[in-house]
């Protein structure tokens, strides 16, 4: 299964980073940050209106390389004038091309909220985290076993960082609101074979308490989708590949802010 192969490369990346990079520095770094106010504020915003998530993503698994051109700094400004919510970026190098150095590109030019979009698996990628400027930090229950899941996400609310728990299944939300946690995302992909179920995040919404906020991830394709996922209870939406393939990145953030407006 890919998802085997991402974390199995995620190991081979923390290796690395433990054997070459101590861990007393990295800690000091991220604890010299501000603490992170953009994670509150994000949770504020999907209080006012169905949010916006859009990412910056240049590959993935299923598609391969999406944006051959990459323009870091020029994307997250289309994003930010386009009026998104917050903004995740895929630090995940193998699979996705991604890196803390974008994280740290992004971070350096806005102050919408960023989510660290990666497999996380232990707490230097929480300390890297908040180090490169996030305030929200993906985690992935699926990934995690019980003891892990609910340790890392301690560990972030401490260290300022707001969780996105993501889950695919009804084991999975089950798992995930032992937490209690204030961010649920479902993702509409099946990270075992990147099928995607576009009403996955509907029917998953029905398990969760009205009092947590639900994000729907993957196979948005279209604007008017985002009035169906309104009125289906979601509290907003992330959005990769349709916004990094757009022409015109702010008009379409804009077009699809519209839409979700339009549920109300």
Do not use: W
């Not at 085997?4 to 081979?12: E, P």
């Not at 102050?111 to 990628?125: A, Y």
């Not at 990934?143 to 728990?165: C, F, H, M, N, S």
């Not at 009403?199 to 394709?221: D, F, H």
């Amino acid at each position: 299964m890919i998802l085997d192969d991402l974390v199995a490369a995620t190991r081979t990346r923390l290796a690395r980073a433990e054997a070459t990079k101590p861990l007393a520095p990295l800690r000091e770094a991220a604890l010299a940050t501000p603490v992170p106010t953009g994670g509150p504020r994000f949770l504020e915003a999907l209080d006012a209106h169905f949010g916006l998530i859009a990412e910056l993503k240049q590959a993935s698994p299923s598609k391969g390389v999406i944006a051959t051109a990459f323009p870091v700094a020029q994307i997250a400004a289309d994003y930010e004038a386009g009026g998104v919510d917050a903004m995740s970026v895929l630090t995940e190098p193998t699979y996705f091309h991604g890196s803390l150095a974008t994280l740290r590109e992004v971070a350096g030019q806005t102050q919408v909220p960023l989510l660290r979009k990666d497999f996380i698996l232990d707490d230097r990628m929480l300390l890297e985290a908040r180090a490169a400027g996030a305030s929200l930090v993906l985690l992935i229950v699926g990934i995690l076993a019980d003891g892990q899941l609910r340790e890392l996400y301690t560990t972030a609310l401490k260290l300022g960082l707001v969780p996105l728990v993501e889950c695919h299944n009804e084991d999975e939300i089950r798992r995930a609101l032992v937490l209690q946690p204030q961010l649920i995302g479902v993702n509409n992909r099946d990270l075992r074979d990147f099928s995607v179920d576009f009403e996955n995040s509907i029917r998953l919404r029905a398990m969760v308490p009205p009092t947590i906020k639900v994000i729907a991830e993957s196979g948005i394709t279209e604007p008017g989708q985002l009035t169906v996922l309104r009125r289906g209870g979601l509290d907003g939406a992330l959005i990769g590949e349709t916004f990094m393939r757009a022409t015109d990145r702010r008009a379409t953030v804009q077009r699809y802010r519209a839409a979700s407006e339009a549920a109300v």
